[in-house]
Nanobody, 121 residues
């Protein structure tokens, strides 16, 4: 069992930066693939980024590649999403997820409650 709690969302101007954090509880955290998804009003939840067990491999949606960076600190039970050069279209609720298979679909086993990111133009 893994519990996930996101933080770090907020209001930022276009071009600015935010760092989201996801605190994970559970002794087996290091064995999970970790990912970030987002959901804008009226839209489906979409994949943003994922990171492998060791942190050696990362994957990004084309829309955020080169602007966002996912990382993890297994010793602290934390996953981060550094978001730079933010755009208004990045506005969404961002969710942290954990699962056993790296996928860009929503087939992850555990989800956080989400944190709101709003980018003003």
């Amino acid at each position: 069992q893994v519990q996930l709690v996101e933080s770090g969302g907020g209001l930022v101007q276009a071009g600015g930066s935010l760092r989201l954090s996801c605190a994970a509880s559970g002794r087996t955290f290091s064995s999970y693939i970790m990912a970030w998804f987002r959901q804008a009003p009226g839209k489906e939840r979409e994949f943003v980024a994922a990171i492998s067990w060791s942190g050696g491999s990362t994957y990004y949606a084309d829309s955020v590649k080169g602007r966002f960076t996912i990382s993890r600190d297994d010793a602290k039970g934390m996953v981060y999403l550094q978001m730079n050069r933010l755009k208004p279209e990045d506005t969404a609720v961002y969710y942290c997820a954990a699962g056993g298979v790296l996928t860009t679909t929503i087939d992850y086993d555990y989800w956080g409650q989400g944190t709101q990111v709003t980018v003003s133009s």
